[in-house]
């Protein structure tokens, strides 16, 4: 395995902040070694000052993607943490549901739902699997649009695809809903198409504006800004207030605080799970 020297080290943790939002600090060393040091080995670089100078001239950004893709913690399940989707199932849902719904029987209540580090898709599967049970076969009267994004090419398309291997699906996913909404295919599992309808994904860099994406009702930023500084945890969160629905919802991490990091929203409690709204 390539060894990294110090200044490699400054120089990489920066470069990787730079294009990720990512912030690695010395004691992740080992690390940067272990996923790097392939794709270093792979281009035919002895360093990786080498690695960096080819990531910064690839026109493609091929590389950059490589060492994105490297460095992203992929780390995810169905039905993560539990909490936050019983939260969605009997608080947040119900209730937008009720503040939604249209006078006329002949509008669709419209709801959109951002998973905002996606990873390979679990997440947003799992709300629309919730919403499904919500609903049941009133989901015609509902204009329900999901959708996740990722910094991550790799998780990108593994979550479009919707196919997870038997340790994937075995993750928080309950024997009920496997057998309901996947189906078997050459020893991987593959969403159902009432699932994949629901949901889109596209890529997104957290750290960049945040155009196009419009306004949402309610929005998932689980575990991804313990990985930024302080400086860009306030840039994110900031962000998010500007495109979220006056009586929207954000749903972080369990582990995770707004305090101090942006007074735009006040902290609420249902049960024993922590949402955010507006002031």
């Not at 400054?10 to 010395?26: N, W």
């Not at 939604?100 to 905002?116: D, L, Q, V």
């Not at 340790?167 to 969403?191: A, C, H, M, S």
């Not at 954000?250 to 955010?276: A, D, M, N, Q």
């Amino acid at each position: 395995m390539l060894k990294i020297t110090p200044e490699e080290l400054k120089v990489i943790t920066r470069y990787i902040h730079e294009i990720s939002g990512i912030h690695l600090d010395a004691g992740k060393k080992y690390l940067l070694e272990t996923r790097l040091s392939s794709i270093a080995e792979e281009l035919g670089c002895s360093n990786y000052m080498e690695l960096y100078q080819k990531a910064k001239r690839d026109a493609r950004r091929q590389i950059q993607q490589q060492i994105i893709d490297a460095i992203s913690t992929n780390e995810t399940l169905f039905f993560r943490d539990e909490g936050p989707f019983k939260l969605l199932q009997y608080k947040i849902l119900p209730e937008l549901i009720d503040a939604r719904t249209p006078k006329s029987s002949f509008m669709k209540t419209p709801i959109r739902i951002w998973s905002a580090a996606s990873s390979t898709g679990q997440e947003l599967y799992s709300i629309a699997i919730v919403i499904r049970e919500l609903v049941g076969n009133d989901i015609s009267k509902f204009n329900f649009k999901l959708l996740g994004t990722d910094i991550s090419d790799s998780a990108v398309a593994q979550a479009s695809r919707g196919r997870y291997n038997k340790f994937e699906i075995e993750r928080g996913l309950p024997r009920d809903k496997l057998n309901r909404y996947f189906t078997l295919r050459g020893g991987f599992w593959q969403v159902k198409d009432e699932l994949r309808a629901m949901v889109h994904f596209r890529k997104l860099n957290l750290m960049l504006p945040f155009s196009g994406l419009g306004k949402f009702d309610i929005v998932f930023c689980r575990n991804v800004a313990i990985y930024f500084t302080m400086e860009d945890r306030k840039k994110l969160f900031n962000k998010i207030a500007d495109i979220l629905e006056p009586d929207g919802y954000l749903v972080i991490g369990s582990t995770e605080s707004l305090t101090g990091i942006c007074s735009r929203f006040k902290p609420k409690r249902h049960l024993r799970s922590i949402f955010y709204q507006l002031q």
